[in-house]
């Protein structure tokens, strides 16, 4: 049986603020890793039952599925919800999500945005769900029998989480996304283009100042290590390779970021890039031992 090890960094300021009398966790990229979940949801709760905080927010950064071995079994976990009650949770939509979301809506023939997610991953996650891509269909009817084959598998419960995650949402000075946004689309939220919100990286990444949003983004979808700068916080530390899956936990002003990993040292930091961004990421502690 795997053991999991538990990492907190140093607390450190932020340039965003959550609502008063609040405690927040934002989890990066899963990508089918559901023993890292199951592992970081136990976390959150034992560091939750440590905070006096009256608001307690979870919010999942998308891109669920693909490239590890349970894209099914996380999306039953996360559709299921933690349980707790008194504990707020969001679950957005990510560029890996939105190809299994459009399998499920599209028309017959539409295959674009279905072969770029066969692309990265996409083919491997119907065949471990047991229902691999035929390739070709003769008919539309044929088609629909396959979407229809697909939705039975997921369940409907499952169907319904896929059909209403959305692309973003705000708390406090926050905005929480699955990639970024365009800096150059002006200061509103609802400038941005939806594309943008699942893809972005650069120029969003390394942004000089100023700033021209009013808030901070927190995002996933790029793999690196933990990331505070003035504009975005990323906590996508690349779980399907790293076997570390990463949150960011916000208290008023501050941040800081709890990893849960299969690895008994912190050697999973120097297999991600910094790229040049400001590394705020202290020495990790292992504080326990599952």
Request: glycine share 10%.
């Amino acid at each position: 049986m795997s053991q999991y090890w538990t990492y907190i960094s140093e607390w450190q300021s932020s340039s965003g603020r959550t609502p008063p009398d609040g405690i927040l966790f934002a989890v990066g990229d899963i990508h089918g890793r559901l023993d890292l979940l199951t592992a970081m949801q136990r976390t959150i709760r034992q560091q939750m039952a440590l905070s006096v905080a009256a608001t307690r927010s979870v919010i999942y950064l998308g891109d669920y599925i693909d490239r590890g071995r349970n894209s099914l079994e996380v999306l039953r976990t996360l559709a299921k919800g933690m349980g707790d009650t008194g504990v707020n949770e969001h679950y957005l939509l990510g560029n890996h999500d939105l190809g299994l979301q459009h399998l499920l809506e599209m028309e017959f023939g539409d295959n674009e945005l279905l072969l770029i997610w066969f692309e990265y991953g996409g083919k491997n996650t119907l065949e471990r769900m047991g229902v691999p891509w035929p390739g070709y269909f003769a008919s539309k009817d044929m088609f629909g029998e396959y979407q229809q084959k697909v939705r039975a598998v997921l369940g409907a419960e499952v169907v319904r989480f896929l059909e209403c995650l959305p692309a973003f949402h705000q708390n406090g000075d926050y905005l929480f996304v699955h990639a970024g946004i365009d800096p150059n689309r002006g200061g509103s939220i609802d400038q941005q283009d939806f594309a943008d919100l699942l893809l972005m990286r650069e120029p969003f990444l390394s942004w000089p100042s100023p700033w021209p949003f009013p808030f901070c983004v927190v995002h996933g979808h790029t793999p690196a290590r933990p990331t505070v700068r003035a504009h975005r916080i990323g906590v996508d530390t690349g779980a399907f390779y790293t076997d570390t899956l990463t949150a960011a936990q916000f208290e008023g002003t501050q941040v800081r970021f709890v990893s849960v990993s299969t690895r008994r040292t912190c050697d999973w930091l120097e297999s991600l890039p910094d790229n040049g961004w400001r590394n705020t990421y202290g020495p990790p502690q292992r504080i326990e031992k599952e």
